[in-house]
């Protein structure tokens, strides 16, 4: 199991099922603090260094939000374009002047191995918020820990559950790293829906049945979507080698109530890790979903938040002593019964 103090988060490789159940456990003690019931000041005065060089809504913030609600300090820098790495500075140099300000860093950025080569200077830990094409293993933990969650609401477990991943399995980094978590189950029964030209890597194929799990592989989503889950993904565009070549897969496989009345199970889950592209050529998920309660991508940001959180805790050593550090909420907060 990975000794998570001081300890870059860089892959889904360094984590075995001991040190994902050890990231869930702590991630569940953070949810009264997620909600506002408790406040904590564990990580007063620790600074978190959030570098996003490729766009982000919910992974930057959800970063910044759960090193905020262990008390610490964000400083954070967005757009490669604002960046002194277009000044030619290597990410090494960048590594050596952030990690010298901040006490764990976050970072995304295009390109596949960049954190980790990032990391290569960091005096510091470095969680990878997303490399390219390659890797994004909060997102990964976050996308587990709701399924777990989710399927417990049926008495089911991951173990012996049937997973469709749906959609653009070439470039989409957060199903390379899912499929490689899951890994670490028993019995997962995966069905791999994607156009033709959008499969999934060979590498993450061979690891999925190089430990044992049952793989289909289907370019339409017909017949093909009665699973315990359903994960929905966006067409990568901007890893596509021009935007005609992702322009013939927009719109390709768009899921709507009527297409789960017609091809899910009665409680499918359904998952996506956001943004899904509300945009009508491309709406993979219609909003005509919103009122289905097995519609998780909600619950799966919320999820998001108690997992870094959780991530942070145990690099920085504080994962005991959250309580310690307990105060109150005296401020109205609407989260607090949710
Ligand atoms: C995903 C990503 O950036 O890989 N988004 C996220 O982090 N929640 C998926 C995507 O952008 O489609």
Known sequence: MLNFQGEHILSV????????????????????YAKKQKRTKVLEGAVLANLFFEPSTRTRVSFGTAFNLLGGLVRETTGMQNSALTKGESLYDTARVISSY??????????????????????????????????????????????????????????????????DLKYGRTVHSLSKLLCHYKDVKFTM?????????????????????????????????????????????????????????????????????AHCNKNSVLMHPLPRDSRGDANELDNDLNNNDNLAIFRQVQNGVIARMALFALTLGVENLVDKYETEVPWYSAKKNS
Request: charged fraction near 25%; glycine fraction near 8%; proline fraction near 5%.
């Open 193 to 261: 829906v994607s156009p033709d030209g959008l499969q999934m890597p060979d590498y993450v194929l061979d690891a999925v049945t190089n430990s044992g799990h049952q793989i289909e592989l289907v370019n339409k989503m017909e017949g093909n979507l009665a699973a315990d889950i359903v994960y929905q993904t966006r067409i990568q565009e901007e890893r596509f080698p021009s935007q005609e070549e992702a322009n013939k897969y927009r719109g390709g496989f768009k899921i709507s109530q009527s297409i789960y009345d």
């Open 13 to 32: 490789n360094q984590l075995n099922r001991d040190s994902i159940e050890a990231i869930f456990a702590v991630a569940k003690k953070m949810e009264p």
């Open 102 to 167: 901040a006490d764990v860093v976050a970072m995304r950025h295009p390109d596949a191995n960049s954190v980790a080569e990032f990391a290569t200077g960091s005096t510091v830990p470095v969680i990878n918020g997303g490399d390219g094409p390659n890797e994004h293993p909060t997102q990964a933990l976050l996308d587990l820990l709701t399924i777990e969650k989710e399927l417990s609401r049926f008495d089911r477990k991951i173990d012996g559950m049937h997973i469709a991943l749906v959609g």
